[in-house]
């Protein structure tokens, strides 16, 4: 007996729900990221776009005026520094039969699904810290708690004379000063999505407690959390999927990532290819405060 007429079969199903499982977590991980720094604008971008940064330069002229005499002009320009080109990235991963013969799927293929989505976000993050570094708003402090205090006060010195409102301060410090400083004090460090974070600490919204791998000791970093602005190249741009790829993404009006898996049969594996082009960047370099402390005798 011939099947019913519009019959759903199997064919008719392409949706992947480990595909789909990838980029939901990915993209939730990032949205839990903004909510705990508090703003980060994700702004599409077209593949080759040149990141640049602002900051501003110039000299003030001396306040000691006659009377009648004219007040002299401090001139100041804003300048730019270029960051770096946004590119797609490209990332991969197999599974061998063999490997999921020996361990069963949920350990050979989703926990290394796990550690690639983790890794894929610090690849984004850990440049992020890198790019921190190199705030020009730089002081000298003698201590862990002036470095937090004078990190807050100079970004949002600086803000205040952009005429641009700061509505939160996001910190950056390593996680052994932190607790050097605190020693048994009683506070509350939370942990999502592999950060540790305080909030609401000193008059931060936030204090990240970074690794040394990411923030030396004795350095703290602060920057306006409206200074904070995540780019990012459309993985669902149709160009691709003219040219035959299509991947999978979150399907929402910002998708930061496209998945797709495979099975090769050539080599018996189960591939992963993952496309993601993000950077997190701070509009003012100057607008970035890096604190080294400098103790005296």
Known sequence: MAAKENLIVTTDITVNPREIDFVTRFQRNWQHLRDIMGIMRPIRMQPGTTLKSKYAEGTLQSGTVAEGEEI?????????????DITVEKFAKAVSLEAIKKYGYDVAVQKTDDEFLYQLTAN?????????????????????????????????????????TVTGVVGFANILDVYEYLGAANITVQNQFGFQYIKDF?????????????????KV??????????????????DFSKA???YTTAGEASNL?????????????????????????????????VQTITPGE
């Open 221 to 238: 970093i602060a920057t306006p959390v409206d200074n904070i602005v995540l780019y990012y190249v459309d993985p669902a741009d149709s």
């Open 72 to 84: 002299p002009y401090s001139k100041f320009t804003v300048k730019e520094k270029t960051y770096a």
């Open 202 to 218: 000193m008059g931060y919204n936030t204090i990240f407690l970074l690794s040394s791998g990411e923030i030396a000791r004795g």
């Open 257 to 289: 990532i496209g998945f797709h898996t495979q099975g090769n049969y050539h080599t018996a594996v189960s591939e992963s290819f993952a496309v993601m082009g993000m950077t997190l960047f701070a509009e003012y370099l100057d607008g970035i405060s």
């Open 244 to 246: 035959g790829l299509v």
């Open 124 to 164: 984004v993050t850990d440049r992020f810290y890198k790019y921190l570094n190199t705030g020009t708003l730089k002081g000298t402090p003698k201590t862990f708690q002036m470095a937090l205090a004078m990190a807050k006060g100079s970004v949002e010195d600086k803000f205040k004379n952009m005429h641009r």
